[in-house]
Structures are given as C-alpha cells and as structure tokens.
C-alpha cells in the first residue's frame, strides 16, 4: 500500500483555497476496489471546494483572497493558507474548474491545481491487502512480543539479525505518514511528538475502524522491526478508510523535516503527480532527511511519490526472492524488500498479517535509521542499493542486506 507527498519551494507561498461554504470532506467521486473505497486520483477527484496555489514571489496570499472575494481561514507556516469562499453569494460561487482557470491567468499566480484526493495503495485485483489478523492476537507483556514478529523470514532474509550485533538504530528519528499510528501498542518504546493532518490536532492515534484502520499502526512497527531501537515519529496525514488530500500529504512531509525525522517513510501512491507534494519532498530533502516510498501495487510502472529522485523506490519480493506479481516495477525502483505476509503489530495491542509494498519500504526505512546511526550520513540511499543481494529485473539494485549496509 502506497502513498505520496509534495513539498513547497522556500520563496513561493502554497495557498489551499476552500471554494464551498460546506466542509468538503468528501470526493466528487469514488470507487471501489476489493471492498476498500479509494479515492481515484488519476481520474481527477479532489475535495469539494479546495485548490491550491502556489503565488510568486513577495505576492501576499491575503490581497489574492481579497481580490476573489475570499477569506482566510487558517494561517499554515510555511505560507500556506486555507481560504474560505464566505462571502460569495450562492449564484457567485465558482466551481473548483473554473477557479483554477481563473486563477492559472492571474499573473500573481505560479501554479494552481485541485487539492487532489490520494488512497492508501491496495491491490487492485487482490483480496489479500485486507489485513490477516492473528487470532491469537494479545498485547505482550514484559517486552516479549510473539515469535512471529521476532523470527519472521523478512527478518532473517534482509539479514537484520545480523545488523543488530552493530547497531539497532538508536538516536535516528523515523516519521511514519500513514493512517495514524496506535503508540500505546508495547511495540512502541520509543517514541516522540507526532501530528494529525486529517483532524489538525497533536494526538496522530488510529480512528474510525475503517478499511485502512491499522494500516499506519502496522508500517510503524514494520520500521521497528528493523531498527528495534529507532524513535518513531507518527504522522496522521490519511483517514481510516485510506482517503488523504494533497495538502495534507503534503503538510506533513515538510513537517517531519521541520521537526528533525531523519528518515520519512511514505506507505501511500498516487499515479499523476502532484505538485504540492513534489515540492514538499524537495523541501524535505534539502533538510536532510531521507525519503522512502512504495512503489506501488498495481503491477505496472512505479508510482508517485516514489517515482520522484529524490525518493527512495520500494519493490515487493515474496520469501524466495522473487518480485510478487502486484509489486510495480521498473528503472525508478532503487531496491526490493520483503512484501508478502509481514507481521507486525496491530492496534489495541494486536497483530497481525499484511502485504503489499507498504511493508516492504518499511524495512528499507529502518535500514536507513541503521546506516545513520552508524555514523554514515554522506549517501544512504547509494550504500542501501550498494549492498543490495542481486534478485531478478525491474527490482533495482536488489533486495536489501542490513548486514552489509552497516559492516
């Protein structure tokens, strides 16, 4: 399961823009896929009534809003600003279509596009993205966890075992964007401030019990699975049944990288990119931070944001090396991990069983928190693929070796 992210240029103001008086919570649009419900961002949905802006330099977000009669509704660091459409009467009120082609004319205008909806990756055609969930699931006490965490074949095969005699990723901060993260599971020993994009409040915890409900909870442990001793950064940018928006995603990436992540795990795609997140990703890289990202689970051509270079391309491999049928592929791939039947833990204390490519970038999350706090900060994402085990094409350098990459 896959998500991306965008990232914003210093000298330009990202501008959220809220056409309808109505919260907008919801898609133009949806369709099913299994029994989760996506948001289809490649056919164009998007929230009711937002577009984001991007204005040119020096140009003032609240004389654009003035100007179409606009208010703003919230100031965002990092200049962004979500304006409410108050003021308009009902025969006044413009459609997201033809604010974005009013505004892409106004010459305090860099770019201009919907606040895109973006779904929590699934296997279009494959049941199996519905989490297994153990029956045997129960908290663990006294910090011993069940046996299939600890002696699962992804541990053994990347050969974290191994990485741990030097290193356990202690001191590097991982950010995890996903649906939330339950932090009171006793995985989580270490863990620091997160946030929560979707309801705008400091408690980034799983709700709703929805389709994507553990999905973030799951990716957050699968990060420790590799570095047990990594601080893990929750960061609530999707909803329970795996809906997010652009700005959002966004938000959060140069967020994580404001607030020190070292290394920011992205376990979502989308197909077209989007600019808003592009740029947050650049913004995010330029702050140091390591950005990782699934390739996708639709079978074909990698998806975004993991297509970006400055992002850290995740293919699935099964337990015998080989690259699952539903894993995407191709030359922006950097490495593979393993994606199929991966535990980890589950909110309330559970566990449980997952596929998909939004477990394997995971493990190539904690690889990163090893290789940093073993003191190699220069090029991570060049000694990850360096010290990658050969496996068959389109899986880039191969499938990861923690071993390796920290020896």
Same mark, same amino acid.
């Given at each position: 399961?896959?998500?991306r992210i965008?990232?914003?240029? +210093? /000298?330009?103001?990202?501008?959220?823009?809220?056409?309808?008086?109505?919260?907008? &919570?919801?898609?133009?649009?949806?369709?099913?896929?299994?029994?989760v419900?996506?948001?289809?961002?490649?056919?164009?949905?998007?929230?009711?009534?937002?577009?984001?802006?991007?204005?040119?330099?020096?140009?003032?977000?609240?004389?654009?809003?003035?100007?179409?009669?606009l208010?703003?509704?919230?100031?965002?660091? +990092?200049?962004?600003?979500?304006?409410?459409?108050?003021?308009?009467?009902?025969?006044?009120?413009?459609?997201v279509?033809? &604010?974005?082609a009013? &505004?892409s004319?106004?010459? %305090?205008?860099? $770019?201009?596009?919907?606040? !895109?909806?973006?779904?929590?990756?699934?296997?279009?055609? %494959?049941?199996?993205?519905?989490?297994?969930?153990?029956?045997?699931?129960?908290?663990?006490?006294?910090?011993?966890?069940?046996?299939?965490?600890?002696?699962q074949? /992804?541990?053994?095969?990347?050969?974290?075992?191994?990485?741990?005699?030097?290193?356990k990723?202690?001191?590097?901060?991982?950010?995890? @964007?996903?649906?939330?993260?339950?932090?009171?599971?006793?995985?989580?020993?270490?863990?620091?401030?997160?946030?929560?994009?979707?309801?705008?409040?400091?408690?980034?915890?799983?709700?709703?019990? =929805?389709?994507?409900? =553990?999905? =973030?909870?799951?990716?957050?442990g699968?990060?420790? &699975?590799?570095?047990?001793?990594?601080?893990?950064?929750? @960061?609530?940018?999707?909803?329970?049944?795996?809906?997010?928006?652009?700005?959002?995603?966004?938000?959060? @990436?140069? $967020?994580?990288?404001?607030q020190?992540?070292?290394?920011?795990?992205?376990?979502?795609s !989308?197909?077209?990119?989007?600019?808003?997140?592009?740029?947050?990703?650049?913004?995010?890289?330029?702050?140091?931070?390591?950005?990782?990202?699934?390739?996708?689970?639709? =079978?074909?051509?990698?998806? !975004?944001?993991?297509?970006?270079?400055?992002?850290?391309?995740?293919?699935?491999?099964?337990?015998?090396?080989?690259?699952?049928? $539903?894993?995407?592929?191709?030359?922006?791939?950097?490495v /593979?991990?393993?994606?199929?039947?991966? !535990?980890?833990?589950?909110?309330?204390?559970?566990?449980?069983? $997952?596929?998909?490519?939004?477990?394997?970038?995971?493990?190539v999350?904690?690889?990163?928190?090893?290789?940093?706090?073993? #003191?190699?900060?220069?090029?991570?994402?060049?000694?990850?693929?360096?010290?990658?085990?050969?496996?068959?094409?389109?899986?880039?350098? #191969?499938?990861? +070796?923690?071993?390796?990459?920290?020896?």
């Open positions: 399961m896959k998500h965008i990232a914003h240029k +210093n /000298a330009f103001l990202v501008v959220v823009i809220l056409i309808l008086m109505a919260s907008a &919570l919801t898609p133009r649009s949806f369709h099913l896929v299994g029994d419900t996506l948001a289809a961002q490649r056919s164009g949905e998007y929230k009711d009534g937002e577009v984001i802006v991007q204005l040119k330099p020096g140009v003032v977000a609240r004389q654009l809003a003035a100007r179409y009669n208010t703003v509704k919230k100031d965002h660091k +990092n200049n962004q600003y979500l304006l409410s459409l108050t003021n308009l009467t009902a025969r006044d009120r413009l459609s279509e033809q &604010l974005v009013r &505004l004319k106004d010459r %305090d205008v860099e $770019w201009v596009e919907p606040n !895109y909806l973006v779904g929590l990756d699934q296997f279009e055609s %494959d049941q199996r993205s519905i989490p297994n969930i153990d029956p045997r699931s129960m908290p663990f006490l006294d910090g011993v966890s069940p046996a299939d965490y600890f002696q074949y /992804a541990l053994t095969l990347v050969k974290a075992p191994q990485a741990h005699a030097i290193t990723g202690f001191g590097v901060t991982v950010a995890v @964007i996903d649906s939330g993260v339950d932090t009171t599971h006793p995985l989580f020993r270490n863990v620091t401030v997160g946030y929560d994009f979707v309801d705008n409040d400091t408690n980034p915890s799983e709700t709703g019990f =929805g389709s994507a409900y =553990g999905h =973030g909870t799951h990716a957050a699968t990060v420790l &699975l590799v570095a047990p001793d990594a601080t893990i950064m929750p @960061i609530r940018a999707f909803n329970s049944a795996g809906i997010g928006d652009a700005s959002a995603i966004a938000s959060a @990436i140069r $967020w994580a990288a404001d020190g992540a070292q290394v920011i795990n992205m376990s979502f !989308y197909h077209d990119e989007l600019r808003v997140v592009k740029d947050a990703v650049v913004y995010a890289r330029s702050r140091g931070a390591v950005l990782v990202a699934s390739a996708g689970n639709t =079978g074909g051509a990698v998806r !975004y944001p993991a297509r970006a270079k400055e992002v850290i391309a995740v293919a699935a491999t099964d337990a015998q090396d080989r690259k699952t049928s $539903w894993s995407c592929e191709g030359k922006e791939v950097h /593979a991990a393993p994606g199929v039947s991966i !535990y980890s833990a589950y909110p309330g204390g559970g566990w449980a069983w $997952w596929d998909g490519t939004s477990f394997a970038a995971p493990l999350s904690g690889e990163a928190a090893l290789i940093i706090a073993r #003191g190699r900060h220069s090029d991570v994402a060049k000694r990850i693929g360096d010290t990658a085990d050969p496996v068959g094409g389109g899986m880039g350098k #191969g499938r990861i +070796n923690c071993y390796e990459a920290v020896r």
